[in-house]
């Protein structure tokens, strides 16, 4: 399967956003970690820290779909094009 430059400049652009989400989430995940420990030691009240955890876990799953680079959508119509050639 043969891609233009346009093509494999989006599939670059999602590479890097794959790798900007999964750091992020990483980071999520540490602070989180922290979160639990200090919400144990009696530092930060357990009420609180679970509107954050919540609004944590929705944007790690919506996060690959905001900010730069391209969507979903984009990388399926580039496979759509390049399966419905093969055939």
């Known amino acids: ?49 679970i509107y954050v955890a919540f609004a944590a876990v929705l944007l790690a799953l919506a996060l690959p779909q905001f900010g730069p680079g391209p969507k979903y959508e984009e990388l399926l119509k580039l496979l759509e094009s390049k399966a419905n050639m093969q055939q």
């Open 1 to 49: 399967m043969k891609f233009t430059d346009k093509e494999l400049l989006v599939i670059a652009a999602a590479k890097k956003k794959v790798k900007s989400a999964t750091l992020f989430r990483v980071l999520l995940i540490i602070a989180m970690l922290c979160a639990i420990a200090l919400m144990f030691t009696g530092v930060v009240i357990a009420e609180h820290i």
